[in-house]
């Protein structure tokens, strides 16, 4: 199978590494094609030139293209948490530094179903492929070369954190136009306790999206079906290539005789909650 038309693998200059919460960064890289064509909800791979170590790339949404005086797309902002090898040498990379990046990747959020309401619900580091969507649904921006089409009248953002100081992008998301609802497991900011119980306290939305850890996603396909709303996961599996050639990223999908892999690169990251096959 041969990536999509729109694919490209690039070295990226960084524009700019900001801190926006505790160990979590925003990198700007310049990449005016795959800005061009990236979708909400589609991922790009990173990896550190020059390096054997770590030697794999590592995937990140995207959470927003950035546009040029004539608004043109010409660079990507990604959203990223220290957690391992590539994420620490992403936070150590200054301005005019290089990555190399390959995308766009995987398939983007599906169109909404209903014109109201819809609930994005976002656990841990969940939150970044939602800025763009927000964007998306509210129109006030187009992507992958489509113009802004609004496409729904309200959308609410459910994040929750394990503490204050890890919520990162909370205002860029208010100022998008989303209605922001936070909860943490220590009570530190907003409600106290998961995210899914705060949703599941407020009006039934028309859609819902989530993304996050897989426990998260598990509770929140279970309540879509409880009251029989339609959802959407973004799954963050490990992955090793990022094109569907390793097989490093299957996910477990209900078939007609049980069930067999998918790869979440390819065939996801997004996914319907009910065609998922949860390993109990
Ligand atoms: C489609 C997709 C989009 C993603 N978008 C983002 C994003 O926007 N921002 C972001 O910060 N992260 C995102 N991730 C997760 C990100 O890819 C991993 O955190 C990253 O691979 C860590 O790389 P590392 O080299 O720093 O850590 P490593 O050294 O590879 O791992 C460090 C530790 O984290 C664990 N780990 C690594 N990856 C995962 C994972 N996916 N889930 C659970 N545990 C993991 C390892 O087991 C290890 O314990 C995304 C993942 C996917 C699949
Ligand atoms: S990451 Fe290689 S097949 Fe998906």
Redesign the pocket.
Known sequence: MSPPASFRQVTAQVLANITLARD?FLIRLKALEIAAAIRPGQ?VMIRLPGRTD?LLG??????DTVLDERNQPFAID?????????????AQLRENDTTEIWGP??NGFPEPLGREHVALVAGG??Q??FLAHIRELLGQRGYGGDKARRRVERVSLYYGVRTADLAAGVDDFQNAGATVHLASNDGSLGFHGFVTDLLDRHANPEHLYG?G??PMLHALAQLAHRKGIPCHL??????ACGVGICFS?VTPVKTSDGWDYRR??VD??IFDAQALHWRE
């Open positions: 979590t991922f770590p590592r995937p990140f949404a995207l959470y990604v959203v990223y948490l220290v957690v391992g090898k590539v994420t620490g040498l992403l990747l995987g580091i969940g970044t492929p993304c850890p897989e973004s799954l963050e599996t490990p992955m990223c979440v690169c996801g990251p």
